[in-house]
C-alpha cells in the first residue's frame, strides 16, 4: 500500500474544521463527526485533483473507519426518547454509522463503492485491511470524536475529535493476496466482517494518528512499517519522547523495507552478496539486525531465512520490528512507556500488562522485556517454512514469546518456534535463549 495523499484534522483547542466547501443549508444539519469526516476527505481529493487532475480524484472506492461513530448524536437520541418519548427524524438519519460518507457521496457525486468499517479497538488496523483488499486507489477514512463524558469510565476516553484522510494505491496483485487473507474464515476477521460493508455513492475522512488516554494513560499511533505503531505512557511529560520513537521506526522502515526497491536491503539484496559481504556493506545502524537473522537461520535450521525466497533476497520481516522497537527504546531511555508496533511489544519502565488473545492469559511486562506473537489469529495462514516455502501450519492457533531484554530476540523466536511447532519449541528455548519464555494458544 502506498500513500499518495495524508491530510489530518485534530479538534485541540476548540478548532473548527473548514466545511466552508458545503453549502449553508446542508452544514446546519451536519454532526461533529461528519464535519470532520467531510472536511479532510475534501482536502484530500482536492490536493490529489491539484497534483494530477481533476479526473484523478474522481470515482474512488472509498473504506471509511470510525470505532463508535455517531456516539454523540446517539446518545442525544436516546436521551431525547427518555425525556419526550420520540426523537427527531432528522437526528436519526445522522446517527447512522455510515452517515458522513453518505453525504460526501451526495456532495461529490461519487458512485463508487463503500465500505464502513468498525472493529472495536482494532478498527483502524481494520480499515486499512479492507482498503489493502481494493485494487487501485481508495480513499481510507478514519474519523472519532471527543469520547462524550458519560461514556469516559466505561470506553478508552478520545480527548478530541480528529480525523484524516488518506488516499492510497495497492497494486493488483497485493490487493489479491491482502484479499485472500482477509476473506480468510479465522475468528478476529469473522468478527471484523461484521462490519457494515455499503454499496452505495460516496467519498469520505479518516484519521490514524492522534492521542488517547485511557485509565490515565496517554496514547500516540501512527501508521508505519505497513502497520499501527504506538507509544504509551503515564507521564504526559514523557508524550514527547513519541516523536524520537516515530522517527527510529521511519528510519529502519527506510533501511530494510523489502518492498520498496530504492531500501538498501533492496539494494543488497539485488547485488547478491553472500551473507559476510551483506555485514560488511550494511548500514552500522542495522547490522545487528543482520547478524542476527543469519544466527537465527542457522540455529533453526533454516526454518527462518532471511533468504528464503531464493540466495539472491533478502526479507526481515520476521525480526525488523523487533530490531527497530530495541532502537527505539535504547533511544528514549527508562521511563514508563510501553511501545506497540504491530502487537510487537516493549517495556520502557513501570508496570504493563499485555492480555494473550484467544485466552484468559495476562503477561506483566517491566523495564526491558518484550513481547511477540506469531500465528493465524489475524493474518490467517501466511508463516512460511522456510525449508520448503510452504505454509507453516502447527495445530496451535498462536504462540507467544516473552523476552527479558530483546524485543528482536522475541520476534524472531516467536516465529521459529510457531514453524517448529509445541514439542519442539521447549527444546529450541532451552538451546538459544533459555531466559525466554513462550506461552501456546491451541485451537
Excluded at 469526516?37 to 471509511?64: D, I, K, M, N, S
Excluded at 505503531?229 to 521511519?250: I, M, N, Y
Excluded at 548500514?283 to 533454516?302: I, L
Excluded at 512460511?384 to 530483546?406: C, L, N
Aim: with cysteine; glycine share 8%; aromatic share 6%.
Amino acid at each position: 500500500m502506498k500513500i499518495l495523499v495524508e491530510e489530518n484534522w485534530d479538534g485541540a483547542d476548540g478548532a473548527k474544521p473548514d466545511v466552508s466547501f458545503i453549502p449553508a443549508m446542508e452544514r446546519r444539519r451536519l454532526t461533529a463527526l461528519e464535519k470532520a469526516a467531510l472536511a479532510v476527505a475534501h482536502a484530500a481529493l482536492a490536493r490529489l485533483a491539484e497534483q494530477e487532475g481533476a479526473e484523478a480524484a474522481r470515482a474512488l472506492p472509498v473504506v471509511f473507519a470510525s470505532r463508535w461513530g455517531e456516539i454523540g448524536t446517539t446518545l442525544k437520541l436516546i436521551r431525547q426518547m427518555h425525556d419526550e418519548g420520540e426523537m427527531s427524524p432528522a437526528g436519526f438519519a445522522n446517527s447512522v454509522h455510515n452517515a458522513a460518507p453518505g453525504h460526501l457521496s451526495l456532495l461529490t457525486q461519487n458512485h463508487s463503492p463503500y465500505t464502513a468499517v468498525a472493529a472495536g479497538g482494532a478498527t483502524r488496523e481494520a480499515g486499512l485491511l479492507e482498503a489493502s483488499t481494493i485494487p487501485g486507489r481508495v480513499l481510507f477514512i478514519f474519523a472519532e470524536e471527543a469520547t462524550p463524558e458519560f461514556y469516559r469510565a466505561h470506553f478508552e476516553e478520545v480527548e478530541r475529535a480528529r480525523a484524516t484522510a488518506l488516499i492510497v494505491e495497492n497494486p493488483p496483485e497485493q490487493a489479491a493476496a491482502d484479499s485472500a487473507r482477509a476473506h480468510a474464515p479465522h475468528p478476529v476477521l469473522a468478527g471484523l466482517r461484521r462490519a457494515a460493508r455499503l454499496v452505495a455513492p460516496l467519498a469520505l475522512a479518516f484519521a490514524l494518528s492522534g492521542c488517547t488516554r485511557r485509565a490515565g494513560v496517554e496514547q500516540v499511533e501512527w501508521p508505519v512499517m505497513g502497520t499501527i505503531a504506538s507509544f504509551k505512557c503515564r507521564d504526559a511529560a514523557d508524550l514527547p519522547k513519541a516523536a524520537a520513537v516515530r522517527e527510529t521506526f521511519a528510519e529502519i522502515e527506510k533501511l530494510l523495507n523489502a518492498h520498496d526497491p530504492a531500501s538498501e536491503l533492496s539494494r543488497l539484496a539485488a547485488a547478491e552478496l553472500d551473507d559476510e559481504a551483506v555485514l560488511a556493506r550494511c548500514s552500522p545502524r542495522v547490522r545487528d539486525c543482520y547478524a542476527a537473522a543469519f544466527r537465527f537461520r542457522d540455529a533453526s535450521g533454516g526454518a527462518f531465512d532471511p533468504r528464503w525466497r531464493g540466495r539472491a533476497t533478502l526479507d526481515l520481516g520476521g525480526i525488523a520490528k523487533g530490531y527497530a522497537l530495541d532502537l527505539a527504546a535504547a533511544r528514549i531511555g527508562e521511563c514508563d512507556a510501553l511501545l506497540d508496533l504491530g502487537g510487537n511489544l516493549k517495556a520502557c519502565g513501570g508496570k504493563w500488562r499485555a492480555g494473550i488473545y484467544g485466552s484468559s492469559r495476562v503477561v506483566e511486562l517491566t523495564r526491558g522485556m518484550s513481547l511477540s506473537t506469531s500465528g493465524r489469529y489475524f493474518r490467517g495462514d501466511h508463516i512460511k517454512d522456510a525449508r520448503s516455502g510452504e505454509t507453516a501450519a502447527p495445530s496451535a492457533f498462536s504462540v507467544t514469546v516473552v523476552h527479558p531484554q530483546s524485543a528482536m530476540d522475541a520476534d524472531a523466536l516467536s516465529t521459529i518456534l510457531f514453524i517448529l511447532g509445541e514439542e519442539r519449541s521447549a527444546p529450541f528455548l532451552e538451546a538459544h535463549a533459555p531466559s525466554a519464555s513462550a506461552i501456546w494458544i491451541g485451537q
